[in-house]
């Protein structure tokens, strides 16, 4: 898994697409594509603006479904291709993240937080089980999986820091601070007790990672950004 350089004010081209990271508190990426280019796939509230001759279409996940469904989970994925330029964002403040993944590698993301990836990538799911799950992320705990090959570019709120575990290394993250990892890093929900002597002291949650492999973080965690979400909604 190749991670490419993302900071704001550049260009690279993959693919038959040429990709330009734009601004500084909530970038922008401009996608230019042409009828040589491989179609790419992305959520529809993300999309920013387009080039007419841009051509959207809707497409079907069919695999998993019914599960997809009961999830809360995309179940059609929006498409565009042709010639011109189309434009992605998000609605806070972040960084974004493009990987270039080679044939069968897989990278695991927050659900939700995928910006767009080439139609070559492989698409899917799976879920967090765990009662600590629910406590956190409020209808369960969803990952996106995409396999390569193909570009997946993906958005974090806030900064992202990455770290890459050495087998066996482990780490403690927030739950809502998590936003990407590589399929070897194994993930497990661990309990905190702190305690305070007379006054008996509380517990938490952490997700606990075991290297080796790469995991992206993001300081401002997913739950925040759905409280400044919402707050902006009343």
């Known amino acids: 898994m190749k991670i490419v350089e993302t900071k704001q004010n550049i260009s690279n081209s993959y693919e ?3 990709i330009e990271i734009e601004g500084e508190l909530v970038p922008i990426a401009t996608i230019t594509i042409n009828a040589s280019s491989r179609p790419i796939f992305f ?3 993300t999309l920013l603006w387009r080039d007419p ?3 959207i279409t809707a497409k079907v996940l069919s695999k998993g479904l019914g ?3 009961l999830a809360g989970l995309p179940v059609i994925i929006t498409q565009a291709q042709g010639s011109g330029k189309i434009a ?3 609605e806070a403040t972040g960084q974004f993240r493009l990987f270039e993944l080679g044939d069968g590698e897989q990278l695991h993301v927050r659900e939700h937080q995928f910006l767009f990836a080439t139609d070559s990538i492989e698409y899917g799911y799976y879920r967090v089980k765990g009662i600590t799950t629910l406590l956190f992320g409020g209808t369960g705990f969803f990952i996106d999986t995409f396999k390569g090959p193909g570009i997946v570019t993906v958005y974090g709120y806030g900064n992202i820091l990455e770290k890459d575990l050495e087998a066996g290394e482990q780490i403690d ?5 998590f ?3 590589e399929e070897s890093v194994k993930m497990e929900l661990t309990q905190i007790q702190a305690k305070s002597g007379f006054f ?3 517990s938490f949650f952490l997700n606990r990672f075991t290297g080796p492999g790469k995991l992206g973080i993001q300081s401002m965690t997913y739950f925040q950004h759905l409280a400044q979400t919402e707050q902006r909604g009343t």
């Open 88 to 90: 992605f964002s998000r």
């Open 200 to 202: 008996g002291g509380q």
């Open 16 to 18: 038959g697409l040429s």
């Open 43 to 45: 959520e529809n509230h």
């Open 179 to 181: 936003l990407y990892k």
């Open 173 to 177: 993250v927030e739950p809502g601070a």
């Open 67 to 69: 599960k997809r469904i």
């Open 53 to 55: 001759q841009v051509t």
